[in-house]
């Protein structure tokens, strides 16, 4: 049976995956069962299959599996080449039950003869594990390689799948889930402790790779193994795992109480009920190929996954959603004497309002809105919303300290600043958006050069802080010292940078763009260290420190054509998608009006590597990658550039029958990766934030609101629109 440059053997009632001849990946025992037995341990084994019969498409194995106990499941597995996959389609039941058994799961895995060191191989779990995860948090999957086991729910990741590649030789083998088609587990039961959960409903299975040794872990609910010897037991060494159903584990977690082991580990295990004739259904794809570095890795796994699991695109109409969002933004935008701006945080579904602390960028996104009610509001001819942009941009240009920092945090009705440093991440959202206003203004015959002389200002505080690598550190005290040691956020202020740079010809600008791209190519598209995105977390690995490495890396080839920059956008593209939701499984939701209660998960995305999903910052990215679709020509980023366009906007009441009070009103997200929806209930600026700007980005540049209508003008014409730089300045 050959797929690719590989051969799938059967021999001996178990199976090989052979390359020029040579085995790769075997598995002598393919048929694996663990227990949950009547002591709540949790014991296995394996046998070969007792018979394989070999067709021209298709390859059936049977296999039977006695408990200790004395219960019996049987085996059915079918193999086939589908394309350049192999899929494995496996039926499992239950034919006697003995009472002493509780439950069971079941896997598919293939054995790594390459090495039997964890630490020889690169892995790729979408929002999950990156390599070696060396940059993700403490508690994330590969942050101790001394385990046995490292699993997690399907539902974590983007794309229901996990490959692993040998670091010496680039051989890879990667399993994926075969159809997008989980169901709702039990709703009537909890599974928070380190424990085995008999669930009849659950559908999910779990990746990952394993060094099993003979023995049955016995966890306590605060993370303290038992080993107990399984003398019969063979284990073949490093394995690519796909259990089902599914177990999280073994995970590092925070200790419980004042007195805890030294080193707990959480793993929670779900299993089937052994009940004569129970049934097990599923499905995995199985592929292998070789790549020259892990960058290329993580790219052709995903996309193969991806073409083969998306989600249907949601029906949206765009260009309704954003005029209903920026009819929203204007509604609650508030006067508090001198100063404008949106409630921080507001409840849902009636928009109750909670704080209004303000943020220039990142949460807040205030300069970000305010430039985006000017633009609308002129363009609609609304003099409201025009007053209360101007009335937010005028707010934060008004708060400088005495050396020409800008304030990045403001209480609006207490009029205070607020206790937090300069982050260069807040401070690049916030001067983009107050510079986009100011060039926008001048272009319709308007100056304002109090707008332009702030963004001057905070650019020449800035300039003396790069460092001779060209980075910038994350947080400052308004003094200009340095707050966080931590460089990560240094790609965040490189688009400013090149813009003020066009607009004013200060050369400098556009050097120490230069140069802050040059540290950013290095450590993050060379090195992989996308990590520190956002302002709320420590210095971990997550998506949007990748998104504003895209953006700066677009940027640059824009204003410099030189093809490294490009080459590196499309690297930080790649990975960055690796976290959104592309595939969809349903979700209990507990608010009515929430628009998940009758809409897909597909489009939100993960945070933070390690945790589940999700939130709605991708939809910040939509004008991003149909850009890099135009500059690269691969297909990829425009397809994708559409499904978050429209996929993400699920979480929205688009039409008003959701019943959250203004229509287009978004959550900000919550944990789906459970399947039972948990999160904060509310509203912050930023979520409606990154649905209007790449909306009105792609106005402005192609004339439409839709992927689909960019699509059909002519390509020449979509190129030179593409240009976007030649007609940003001068403005006249």
Known sequence: MKFRDYELVFQNGGVTIEKDGKVLYFNHRPVHVTVKNEAAMLVFSDCAYASVSEGDEETEARGKYVTDNGSVLSFLDRYSVEGELIRISRAVTVEKADPRDLGFSTKIFFYQLQSQELTDYEYFSPGQ????????????????????????????????????????????????RWASDATLPSLDRTATENYAYVDPKITVGSFGVSNARPEAMTYTYYGHAFQTPLPYVECDGVSLDYVYPGVNGQMPVQGRGPFNVEQPLTNITWVHPMRKGFQQHYAVAVSCSSYED?????????????????????????????????????????????????????????????????????????????????????????????????????????????????????????????????????????????????????????????????????????????????????????????????????????????????????????????????????????????????????????????????????????????????????????????????????VDMPYPCHPFARYHISGTSNVTVGFGGGDVYMAACSYAYYRLWLLSGDEQYRDFAEFIHKNVKQANDIDGSSGYKYIGLVNEGGSISEQQYRGRYHWLPWCTFVEVDPASRMYDTFGVYEVADAEKLPSEERKARNEIYKNYWPAE
């Open 129 to 176: 594990w990156y390599l070696n995860n060396e940059y993700a948090g403490p508690y994330s999957l590969g942050k101790r390689m001394d385990l046995q086991y490292y699993y997690r729910k399907e539902t974590y990741s983007g794309l229901p799948m996990f490959a692993m590649r040998h670091k010496a030789t680039g051989e890879t083998i990667a399993m994926s």
């Open 294 to 586: 892990f960058g290329s890795m993580m790219k052709a796994t995903w996309r193969e996954t991806y073409r083969r699991l998306k989600d249907r695109l949601f029906q949206v109409d765009n260009e309704e959603l954003f005029h209903n969002m920026m009819r929203f933004l204007k509604a609650v935008t508030k006067r508090f004497g001198d100063d404008w701006g949106t409630p921080f945080v507001a409840q849902l579904p009636d928009f109750d309002p909670n704080s209004f602390s303000a943020e220039i960028g990142f949460v807040g996104q205030q300069a970000g809105i305010g430039y985006q009610l000017l633009r609308w509001g002129t363009m609609e001819n609304d003099p409201e919303a025009i007053e209360k942009g101007i009335g937010i941009l005028n707010t934060w240009v008004s708060h400088v300290t005495e050396d020409g920092c800008p304030v990045n945090w403001y209480h609006l009705s207490v009029h205070e600043t607020e206790p937090q440093p300069l982050w260069v991440r807040q401070l690049g959202d916030g001067l983009e958006a107050v510079l986009d206003a100011y060039v926008f203004e001048k272009k319709h015959g308007r100056e304002h050069m109090e707008w332009l002389n702030y963004c001057v200002l905070a650019a020449d505080w800035l300039l003396p802080l790069q460092e001779k690598d060209g980075s910038f550190r994350r947080a400052y005290y308004y003094n200009g010292k340095m707050c966080l040691d931590s460089k990560a956020s240094t790609p965040c202020i490189v688009r400013f940078f090149l813009q003020l740079y066009l607009v004013t010809g200060w050369k400098e600008l556009r050097e120490a763009a230069v140069r802050a791209g040059e540290w950013a190519y290095k450590h993050q598209y060379l090195g992989f260290e996308y990590r520190g995105g956002t302002c709320d977390q420590t210095d971990v690995m997550d998506k949007e420190s990748g998104i504003y490495a895209m953006f700066a890396f677009t940027a640059l080839y824009d204003v410099t054509k030189e093809e490294k920059w490009l080459k590196a956008a499309c690297g930080a593209a790649d990975y960055v998608e690796t976290f959104t939701f592309v595939w969809s499984f349903p």
